[in-house]
């Protein structure tokens, strides 16, 4: 019962904080609302037994991107007003196609049949050592091919922000 | 790989030329070898074999292309050089991927290593603007592909193909509309790699602003590279759920071949016309991606064949033009063929094989393209791929108007031995190819 009361707390933190993302007239604030639904979402991870998700997801989302987030925020300013209100077309063409695309995603979902909710409580899947071990067996080629696709990320950087006389 | 080490600026591209001369050599080796690797991410046959051949031969011609490209900017070549390389390593994942992860992951490296070079023209504010329009939509698509990915996992419990394509033959009656809902997903972000209608909008920015080498890259590799990785989703995997999805192509198919074909009649730059023409190719193309179900892929490999040596040849002599004129609109072409009455004839002939007159391979790979299609029924989508051609020749002849018509301009072309080589080599190939089919188009 009382993972199920933890359930619920976690999802209307999580739903509460992304709606202030959204809501928030400074950036800052959407930012740092953004952390909070983080964690909740790790806190999530959590309960369905998924150790390692939960500490990559603060890792790499609450710590990383958040920061590059607030550093670009920061660069560019946004505090002041500036940014000029799209025509109501526009908008308009985005609620249509944003609401065409949930429409669709929820007629799917409905029509699913999601099996009874079965407890995780006994999945070891989520535990580090487990998900290593499929990591450096199954998914060998994949990790390996990540760090290719990471070294090609890193030399395009370089390239680009390379400092050079013109 | 390993050979982006080196030091010794002169020595890259000779090294990486004979590099993948070698895994040419090597790949060719796998021939009728059919087998999987690395728990079954990697399944090696023909198809794989033959598309993975092309890349890297389209990929030495455009090496020995970028030695002259960038004799002025030998700062950066081992980097260019790099990029590229990934560009080809991303490539060849997506021709032999047996696992929906490894097809997500060839795409992003070739994608990633991409974006970069179109924006490698640093001071270049149109280039900037391709690499930026290029990573926010490509990322966006990214997106569309891995969510349909997961939504695939989630119906069948599997990423690997074989296995996905089990499910839906097993579950006939009842395919979980998760799977369609990913299907769909995945489809959208594969009409946006090959960049179909109505997902073509970045094509001509992008390749109006990239530098001419990588817009060369661009419309050859990388289109060839998402042409067949769709083709083998669409052959093996959604093979059983194919009738949801056909009219989507088919009008997608549709709409390309308008768009490409009216939108190219209005552009004056050269390498906006060939992005056009990239967008009606795919349209052509997509025909076949509609056929996939009777094993069209010789079809495939003969036009994407036909459609790189095309491609290739122009840029061979459109670079150096460009270079001269210090401008890419096709008035830099004017009478070209007072100046360099070769040149000129190779260029008529690169635009008139895209065109898709014999005796050129473009004719040839066309005509087994809308063959296919009527066989599989396709009536009315041929009839219209077939008006598209007509209004092809158009476009394509303005080029060779311009070379012939036009008073010339004072600009004088450099001569280099390695432009010429590449250009007469696809300018044989793509003859020898248009008498000589049989061998290309039997060849699975």
Known sequence: MSSQLIFFILAALSIMSALFVVFSKNPIYSVIWLIVCFFSIAGHYIMLNAQFLAIVHIIVYAGAIMVLMLFTVMLLNLNKATEPHKPMLYKLAAMISGGLMLLVLLA???????????????????????????????????????SVLFIAAMIGAVVLAKKEVH | MVLEIFNVRKLIVPALVLGLALIFGLNLNDWNSNQSF????????????????????????????????????????????????????????????????????????????LYVMAGSKRFDIRSNEAGFKYFLMG?????????????????????????????TIQHQQNISPLFYTGMFLVVFAMLFKVSAAPFHFWAPDVYHGSPALVTAYMSTLVKIAAFAAFYKLMSTTFFYAFEKVAPVLAISAIIT??????????????????????????????????????????????????????????????????????????SAFNGLAKKNPIHAAALSMAMIGLAGIPPFAGFLGKYYIFTEALQSDYFYTTLIAIFASMIGVYYYFKVII???????????????????????????????????????????
């Open chain 1, 108 to 146: 799917s979902m409905r029509s699913t049949a999601l099996g009874a909710y079965a407890s995780p409580a006994y999945t070891e899947s989520g535990y580090v050592q487990n998900v290593g071990m499929v990591l450096f067996t199954e998914f060998l080629l994949p990790f390996e091919m990540t």
């Open chain 2, 257 to 330: 071949l308008a768009v490409g074909n009216l939108m190219a009649l209005a552009q004056t730059n050269f390498k906006r016309l060939l992005a056009y023409s990239g967008i009606s190719h795919a349209g052509y193309l997509m025909l076949i991606i509609l056929t996939a179900k009777n094993q069209t892929a010789g079809a495939l490999f003969y036009y994407s064949l036909a459609y790189a040596l095309s491609t290739l040849a122009a840029f061979a002599v459109a670079i150096p033009v460009f270079k001269a004129a210090k401008s890419e609109d096709i």
């Open chain 2, 139 to 167: 990322s966006f698509a990214s997106g569309f592909l891995l969510f349909g990915i997961a939504l695939i996992y989630g119906a069948s419990g599997s990423f690997d193909l074989s296995k996905i394509a089990d499910y």
């Open chain 2, 402 to 444: 311009a070379m012939y018509g036009q008073p010339a301009n004072e600009a004088k072309m450099e001569q280099s031995f390695n432009y010429n080589l590449v250009l007469g080599v696809c300018i044989v190939l793509s003859i020898l190819f248009g008498i000589l089919p049989g061998p290309i188009l039997n060849i699975f």
């Open chain 2, 38 to 113: 690395f728990n079954n991410m990697v399944r090696i046959d023909n198809f794989s074999v033959a598309f993975s051949g092309l890349a890297i031969f389209v990929t030495l011609l455009i090496f020995i292309l970028a030695t002259d490209y960038y004799t002025d900017d030998q700062n950066h070549i081992s980097d260019y050089m790099a990029i590229l390389t990934f560009i080809l390593v991303g490539a060849l994942m997506m021709f032999n991927y047996a696992n929906l992860t490894m097809l997500f992951l060839g795409i992003e490296t070739l994608s990633i290593a």
